[in-house]
């Protein structure tokens, strides 16, 4: 199993452009989990789902929006990107909500 | 709303001396309690968690307990090695609702040899 996979490691965005982050699982999680990570600070959610069509939002929705069409996967969009979500954002997900979080390896997004 | 404070923010100690770290949390509902480790320029990994029924738990050099009343936790490394040099991150959430997963603001370990 490759676990949780994300694309791409690293993108520079100019400020205003939106973009796609791609999170996929193939160990058949219900649970999948957005978060930031900010310099040297710990981890922030940003939206989650508990499956497929179903998602909310986390401490840091602001600026994100997310779908969960398929069990596999969960992608996070940004609209209009602003130089705050200058940030390593790491999807993760779990057999429930209370269980193991297997992380992704991250993206290093920077926006200027 | 609901908080996770942890401390220190780094911790500095001689292989093969003690390490500990504290969390304390604000909501009362919560009753499962994760630790992470996370290496630099890698991925958050589980190394030991903890739920409410139990007092503490231990898993080789790693344990954790929890303190119910006065709302906090903490992490318990023994015979430090160079390889438990990382971030360590705890969290608190509530059943049945994942938007309560909290994370600590970390604490960066470093073992001296």
């Known amino acids: 199993n490759a676990g949780v996979t994300q694309t791409p490691k690293f993108r520079i965005l100019k400020i205003g452009q939106s973009m796609t982050l791609q999170c996929t699982q193939d160990m058949n999680h219900n649970y999948m989990y957005w978060y930031r990570q900010d310099p040297g600070m710990g981890l922030k959610l940003i939206y989650y789902?508990?499956?497929?069509?179903?998602?909310d939002k986390g401490e840091v929705p602001n600026g994100y929006n997310v779908s969960r069409s398929t069990t596999e996967d969960f992608p996070l969009r940004l609209e209009l990107a602003a130089p705050s979500q200058t940030s390593v954002y790491f999807c993760?997900?779990?057999?429930?909500?209370?269980?193991?979080?297997?992380f992704g390896p991250g993206t290093r997004l920077l926006v200027l | 709303g609901e908080n996770v404070e942890q401390h220190p923010s780094t911790l500095s100690v001689q292989e093969g001396d003690s390490a500990v770290i504290k969390c304390t949390y604000s909501d009362s509902a919560s009753n499962y309690f994760p630790w992470y480790k996370q290496e630099l320029g890698k991925r958050p990994q589980l190394i030991i968690d903890?739920?409410?029924?139990?007092g503490e738990k231990k898993d080789q050099r790693i344990a954790v307990t929890l303190n119910k009343t006065a709302k906090h936790f903490s992490l318990h490394i023994t015979e430090t090695q160079p390889e438990d040099s990382a971030v360590y991150f705890c969290?608190?959430?509530?059943?049945?609702?994942?938007?309560?997963?909290?994370f600590g603001s970390g604490t960066r370990l470093s073992i001296r040899p």
């Open positions: 789902s508990v499956g497929a069509g179903i998602t």
């Open positions: 903890i739920r409410s029924n139990v």
């Open positions: 969290a608190a959430s509530r059943w049945s609702s994942a938007s309560k997963i909290i």
């Open positions: 993760a997900s779990s057999s429930g909500g209370q269980e193991t979080q297997y």
